[in-house]
């Protein structure tokens, strides 16, 4: 078994296009094939070096491998050998008509445009005089039409899919210039590389009657099929580019924070579900599961609103991973961001990891490492205005004093001590231990809610409590 994602490197990786490689991955992973990245490069006007870069910044970030990679724009004689083959066994002619050069279906007489007469019926040593004297002209396939005949293949998906030759165009296998189409160059790197299985967009299903008739044409195996729904707008539209913008970048979940695999697993459940109601699943939870059987048929929403890109799902399914990752894994992300931001990061490892561990519970993001939870790696921090209600209530500030006097004096700086203390003061100033706890949490850490209240207090440490409680 053999899959290939192939992106094109005319833009950042989509997320539509991420989930077409995860899809792929996935399959290929669960059976034990190989995974293939192709950059389909061909269409030189449009590519961009920094596209390329795009790509596989996003493929690196997504932590899935491949197992060959290939770039369409160093096998083009092997596109160009496989056109004339095709038209060597008459199944190709050459079309010298200015008008339709390009492979867009020119609309003639109220109907599409399927072929050129003139062009279809010259003789080849017409052809063959005018091709040698300099004409350009495009190779377009001859598409079968008296008789037509149906072209038929099973969608994974999708199921029974036929179309007629007769609504077919002869479509072009090499432009004017001798560049191979985007049919030629896909088709016949899918025989060379021996594609088994191709999963792709929805928006892909009508070319695949173009390219069995390729794979007929060249006596090649026919791949199987699995087409996939496609991502949607709240409002219905189709996910792009030119429209949605950063909406539809990978790099903007990457750049908001989000852990590698939370978001292949958000991505998994646009369009597919193991049918068991599971949604947070490891990685190696998704391979097991993986069927193309449980792909919808229906298009898949990705819920956002104009001032924020970011679809609620994904945030929910990333919070759960960020509290179920195992510390020693997450430790490394989180110093990362903060290092990225400036903050300095603990020595103590140990110390390092308690606080991650302690403070990640109400975390939906590693950048929430940086704002909510900015208070345990610098001093210099915002005090959120829900806390600054609570530390602003009558007394909670002289209150807070007299707690660091107390706690300065511990032998013991652990939850166990605080709290006694803590609860001890508030007996004596007949005052509710609350108050002082969310006063606490207020002075300690900027926010309102946050990990166990006196966990607060170890996570921050010894020194830098204190100094915030006389401070307050």
Same mark, same amino acid.
């Given at each position: !078994?053999?899959?290939?994602?192939?992106?094109?490197?005319?833009?950042? /990786?989509?997320?539509?296009?991420?989930?077409?490689?995860?899809?792929?991955?996935? #399959?290929?992973?669960?059976?034990?094939?190989? !995974?293939?990245?192709?950059?389909?490069?061909?269409?030189?006007?449009?590519?961009?070096?920094?596209? !390329?870069?795009?790509?596989?910044?996003? @493929?690196?970030?997504?932590?899935?491998?491949?197992?060959?990679? #290939?770039?369409?724009?160093?096998?083009?004689?092997?596109?160009?050998?496989?056109?004339?083959?095709?038209?060597?066994?008459?199944?190709?002619?050459?079309?010298?008509?200015?008008?339709?050069?390009?492979?867009?279906?020119?609309?003639?007489?109220?109907?599409?445009?399927?072929?050129?007469?003139?062009?279809?019926?010259?003789?080849?040593?017409?052809?063959?005089?005018?091709?040698?004297?300099?004409?350009?002209?495009?190779?377009?396939?001859?598409?079968?039409?008296?008789?037509?005949?149906?072209?038929?293949? *099973?969608?994974?998906?999708?199921?029974?899919?036929?179309?007629?030759?007769?609504?077919?165009?002869? &479509?072009?296998?090499?432009?004017?210039?001798? !560049?191979?189409?985007?049919?030629?160059?896909?088709?016949?790197?899918?025989?060379?590389?021996?594609?088994?299985? +191709?999963?792709?967009?929805?928006?892909?299903?009508?070319?695949?009657?173009? *390219?069995?008739?390729?794979?007929?044409?060249?006596?090649?195996?026919?791949?199987?099929?699995?087409?996939?729904?496609?991502?949607?707008?709240?409002?219905?539209?189709?996910?792009?580019?030119?429209?949605?913008?950063?909406?539809?970048?990978?790099?903007? #979940?990457?750049?908001?924070?989000? /852990?590698?695999?939370?978001?292949?697993? &958000?991505?998994?459940?646009?369009?597919?579900?193991?049918?068991?109601?599971?949604? +947070?699943? $490891?990685?190696?939870?998704?391979?097991?599961?993986?069927?193309?059987?449980?792909?919808?048929?229906?298009?898949?929403?990705?819920? &956002?609103?104009?001032?924020?890109?970011?679809?609620?799902?994904?945030?929910?399914?990333?919070?759960?991973?960020?509290?179920?990752?195992?510390?020693?894994?997450?430790?490394?992300?989180?110093?990362?961001?903060?290092?990225?931001?400036?903050?300095?990061?603990?020595?103590?490892?140990?110390?390092?990891?308690?606080?991650?561990?302690?403070?990640?519970?109400?975390?939906?993001?590693?950048?929430?490492?940086?704002?909510?939870?900015?208070? #345990?790696?610098?001093?210099?921090?915002?005090?959120?205005?829900?806390?600054?209600?609570?530390?602003?209530?009558?007394?909670?500030?002289?209150?807070?004093?007299?707690?660091?006097?107390? @706690? $300065?004096?511990?032998?013991?700086?652990?939850?166990?001590?605080?709290?006694?203390? @803590?609860?001890?003061?508030?007996?004596?100033?007949?005052?509710?231990?609350?108050?002082?706890?969310?006063?606490?949490?207020?002075?300690?850490?900027?926010?309102? +809610?946050?990990?166990?209240?006196?966990?607060?207090?170890?996570?921050?440490?010894?020194?830098?409590?204190?100094?915030?409680?006389?401070?307050?």
């Amino acid at each position: !078994m053999r899959l290939r994602f192939a992106p094109s490197p005319t833009g950042y /990786l989509h997320i539509g296009s991420a989930r077409t490689f995860i899809f792929n991955w996935l #399959y290929a992973r669960r059976h034990g094939g190989a !995974m293939i990245l192709r950059i389909d490069d061909t269409d030189i006007e449009r590519n961009t070096e920094e596209s !390329m870069r795009s790509i596989f910044d996003g @493929l690196g970030w997504l932590e899935l491998d491949w197992d060959e990679q #290939y770039r369409q724009s160093e096998r083009l004689e092997l596109h160009r050998r496989l056109a004339w083959t095709i038209f060597e066994k008459g199944l190709a002619y050459r079309d010298f008509t200015p008008a339709h050069a390009g492979e867009e279906a020119v609309s003639r007489e109220g109907g599409p445009w399927l072929f050129n007469p003139g062009a279809r019926e010259l003789a080849l040593e017409e052809s063959a005089r005018r091709a040698a004297a300099g004409e350009p002209f495009v190779l377009r396939f001859h598409v079968p039409r008296e008789p037509a005949r149906p072209v038929e293949f *099973h969608d994974t998906v999708y199921g029974p899919q036929v179309k007629s030759t007769a609504d077919i165009e002869d &479509f072009a296998l090499l432009r004017s210039n001798g !560049m191979p189409t985007y049919h030629m160059a896909s088709c016949a790197d899918d025989m060379d590389l021996r594609i088994s299985d +191709v999963i792709r967009g929805q928006d892909h299903l009508s070319n695949t009657f173009k *390219h069995i008739l390729i794979f007929e044409a060249a006596g090649a195996a026919v791949p199987r099929f699995a087409h996939l729904p496609l991502l949607i707008a709240p409002d219905g539209a189709k996910l792009s580019k030119r429209r949605h913008g950063s909406v539809v970048s990978v790099t903007t #979940y990457r750049d908001a924070g989000f /852990l590698p695999h939370a978001y292949v697993n &958000f991505l998994c459940l646009l369009g597919w579900s193991p049918k068991d109601n599971r949604e +947070v699943m $490891s990685r190696q939870e998704l391979i097991d599961a993986f069927r193309l059987e449980g792909i919808n048929r229906s298009n898949a929403v990705v819920n &956002f609103r104009e001032q924020d890109p970011i679809d609620p799902k994904a945030l929910w399914v990333n919070s759960e991973h960020l509290r179920n990752l195992p510390v020693a894994e997450l430790l490394p992300r989180v110093r990362r961001v903060l290092e990225c931001d400036g903050l300095q990061v603990p020595q103590d490892e140990a110390a390092f990891a308690r606080t991650v561990d302690v403070i990640r519970s109400r975390f939906t993001t590693l950048n929430d490492f940086v704002t909510r939870g900015r208070a #345990y790696f610098s001093d210099r921090f915002e005090l959120a205005p829900e806390a600054a209600q609570k530390l602003n209530q009558p007394g909670a500030r002289e209150l807070l004093h007299e707690l660091g006097a107390r @706690l $300065s004096v511990l032998d013991d700086f652990d939850e166990q001590s605080i709290e006694a203390e @803590l609860r001890k003061l508030a007996i004596e100033r007949n005052v509710k231990a609350g108050a002082i706890i969310h006063a606490a949490r207020a002075a300690l850490s900027g926010q309102p +809610v946050g990990p166990s209240a006196f966990a607060v207090f170890t996570a921050v440490g010894r020194q830098r409590a204190l100094e915030r409680l006389r401070n307050a």
